[in-house]
């Protein structure tokens, strides 16, 4: 999660990763920022068409670092079996820097858009809906004045960061989408229907901000909500840690945060199952956080999972490897499945 820009240090946490705190900015400040992006936002950004219909896992390629690196112009797209549009009347508030819940502002067409996929299968998950949610986007790297805009999520933040990558530049926004992608594949055919926040991983969009991460789950419905993330620790430690929503009036109830808290163990567990043990290097590794913009406004039971450590060689392997990007995804169903059971 650690932003790899230094413009993205604006607003992102130097220890603990791109969604923790963030600094204050004094109000005359923030009050300049822009409600809407600006003008030179790709706002005619192609919407890639997620292909349909596979009825099989696509086993996705090794993404070599070196492409991985240098990013192709060609967005990265979907392929999960039966994705339907989430509808775009759908309003989100657009939260102001002052503090203060501010007007209705829609879901960007500069950003990526949600998108739904229905259940496969049936199985322990029949009947639930899951709320995926990829952080970062690689395009974020090259939209530096949109994502650096400041909201007020409970606190305030700016919209999104880079994220980190791998010593061979493998990007966290690349990692994430395809751990996603693979873990929509076994959500779906355990019978759920899952939403995922982005439906692409492209150089020409930026986003989705951590507000509308946040506030979607609760707008589909969702039973609960993953975010999926990586870590850029000390080279030394290895394994994962998850950020819960902290109680916060307004944001987060004790029964919300309790909840969540219940998600973060199931999901270490699942992730333990399938070979990812806990972090190393930060303890406990379960961190109640009221600093999460994306924890915060959500309406669900929530959680951010750093997956893995990426300056970790031996993390940094697994998140470079489809088999190990495919145990992070079983793993991290694993402790969905232990959530919606344990219920
Ligand atoms: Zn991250």
């Known amino acids: 999660m650690k932003a790899l820009l230094t413009v993205a240090l604006l607003g992102a946490a130097v220890l603990s990763g791109c969604s923790s705190a963030s600094t204050p900015v004094a109000v005359s400040q923030a009050a300049t920022a822009p409600a809407e ?6 706002a005619s950004a192609p919407v890639v068409a997620i292909t349909p219909s596979s009825t099989t896992p696509v086993a996705t ?4 670092p070196a492409a991985a690196s240098n990013g192709s112009s060609s967005p990265e797209t979907i392929s999960t079996p039966a994705s339907t549009s989430v509808p775009k009347h759908w309003w989100y508030p657009n939260w102001s820097s002052s503090g203060v819940k501010g007007t209705a502002a829609a879901w960007l067409s500069s950003w990526p858009q949600p998108k739904v996929f229905t259940a496969t299968g049936h199985g322990p998950l029949s009947g639930h809906t899951i709320l995926i949610d990829p952080g970062h986007n690689i395009g974020n790297s090259t939209h530096t004045s949109q994502i650096n805009r400041h909201y007020w999520v409970g606190l305030d933040k700016i919209c999104n960061t880079t994220g980190t990558a791998t010593d061979h530049g493998f990007p966290e926004a690349t ?17 759920a229907k899952v939403v995922l926040t982005r439906d692409q991983n492209s150089h020409s969009t930026y986003g989705p901000c951590i507000q509308a991460r946040g506030l979607l789950g609760g707008e589909v419905g969702a039973d609960l909500g ?11 430690g290895h394994g994962a840690f998850v950020y819960s929503p902290g109680v916060k009036p307004g944001y987060t109830s004790s029964s919300k945060a309790k909840q969540s808290y219940r998600l973060a163990g199931d ?22 956080d009221k600093q999460q913009g994306t924890l915060n406004v959500a309406s669900i039971p929530i959680v951010i999972v750093e997956t893995l450590n990426m300056r970790n060689a031996g993390d940094a392997a697994k998140a470079e490897s489809a088999s190990g990007r495919q145990s992070i995804a079983a793993g991290l169903a694993a402790g969905i499945e232990r959530w919606i059971a344990g219920r």
């Open 267 to 288: 999901v270490l567990k699942g992730l333990a199952a399938h070979g990812q043990v806990g972090s190393t290097y930060l303890h406990p590794n379960i961190a109640p």
């Open 226 to 236: 993953v975010s999926i993330h990586a870590d850029g620790g000390p080279s030394s």
């Open 61 to 64: 390629a090794d993404a070599t």
């Open 37 to 42: 992006p600006a003008a030179s936002t790709p």
């Open 175 to 191: 990692y994430t989408f395809d751990v996603a992608q693979r873990l929509t594949r076994i959500l779906t055919a355990a019978g």
